[in-house]
């Protein structure tokens, strides 16, 4: 359908206005970490594919880390498996570790991988264990309970941290113009696989790219305070206040930590935006208030 003059001056408008955006981000390393439950619907997902096309077209280079949980634990439930979290980490015995890597690194990595192409990107799917990209070690929470005298150990099973990051495969694929799509499956020391919090894997690896910014996409609007309203701006001193008094719990927990940590390793800034809002990587690239919340150091 052609456009009138009107319309088609908006156009160009909007166009033009992009061109700061592209200026400063041309050449520049962006992580985008997209979590499971913001894959939940067909047009999103294709919007989301979209998204990281354009970024690649006009010069970024967007990085994908992926999540699943949604996935992983709607496979577990047809298998007969409940689902059990401490600290927002999934407890995974072998059999849950299984299902954690066919349904990353196959089904929801390939599905990802295959949106962006049919956009017309040129996106390779990798798990930690590809290129030797993600060395992990066994993570062990502690809790300290009122009446304990030591910290309580709990052993969550397969569940990794990052112990460090062999970035040429990345680079490597991003030399060639590839977009890399990463599942968090890491490699242990004796050859293990572990299940590594996405959130995790995607603060380190925009850590190791130097990357301008990591974008956390997930279900909410951003860090909502005991209200339940959007925080659009935190540093360490008051996130630490909002987990001492629990507003920050689960799924938010290492997601909040990895963005402190990305940002005080080096990484210019963290955003933690809802990937419900379609388009929503690009309102924050392309406006100077953004969406969500930015983490500062
Ligand atoms: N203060 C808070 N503000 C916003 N969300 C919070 C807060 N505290 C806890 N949460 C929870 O954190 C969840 C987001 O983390 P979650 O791990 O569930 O999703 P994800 O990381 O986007 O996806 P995946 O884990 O599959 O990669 C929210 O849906 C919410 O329930
Ligand atoms: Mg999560």
Redesign the pocket.
């Known amino acids: 359908m052609a456009l009138d003059a009107q319309a088609a001056t908006q156009v160009a408008h909007v166009l033009t206005e992009s061109l700061p955006y592209i200026r400063r981000f041309s050449g520049k390393t962006l992580v985008v ?1 997209y ?4 894959m939940e619907n067909e047009h999103l997902k294709s919007s989301f594919a979209r998204d990281i096309v354009l970024m690649k077209l006009v010069g970024f280079n967007p990085v994908v880390v ?5 996935q992983i634990s709607q496979l577990l439930k047809r298998i007969g498996k409940e689902s059990r979290f401490v600290d ?1 980490m999934r407890v995974t015995d072998s059999e849950t570790m299984d299902v954690v890597e066919m349904v990353l690194g196959g089904l929801v990595n390939k599905e990802i991988v295959n949106n962006i192409n049919r956009q017309g990107g040129c996106a390779v799917g990798l798990t930690g264990k590809d290129g030797d990209l993600i060395h992990a070690r066994k993570l062990t929470i502690t809790h300290q309970g009122p009446d304990l005298k030591v910290p309580e150990i709990i052993d969550i099973g397969h569940v990794g941290e990052v112990a460090s990051i062999d970035k040429s495969i990345i680079e490597t694929l991003t030399g060639g113009n590839f977009i890399p799509v990463i599942a968090p499956i890491g490699v242990g020391p004796d050859g293990q696989s572990y299940n590594i ?3 995790l894997v995607a603060g380190k690896i925009a850590e190791v790219l130097r990357a301008e910014k990591l974008i ?5 609007t ?4 005991q209200q339940g309203a959007l925080l659009t701006g935190l540093d360490a001193r008051q996130v630490q206040a ?1 987990i001492d008094n629990g ?6 927990l290492p ?1 909040i930590a990895c963005a402190l940590d990305a940002v005080r390793g080096g990484v210019k800034a963290a955003h933690i935006i809802d ?1 419900r809002i379609e388009h929503a990587v690009l309102v924050e690239l392309f406006t100077d208030a953004g969406i969500g919340t930015k983490i500062q150091g």
Do not use: F, Q, Y
């Not at 979590?35 to 913001?38: F, Q, R, T």
């Open positions: 970490k979590g499971g439950n913001a992926h999540g699943g949980g949604p927002g919090n996405a959130d956390l996409l997930t279900d909410t951003g860090v909502l305070d909002l507003t920050i719990h689960g799924g938010m997601k990937g």
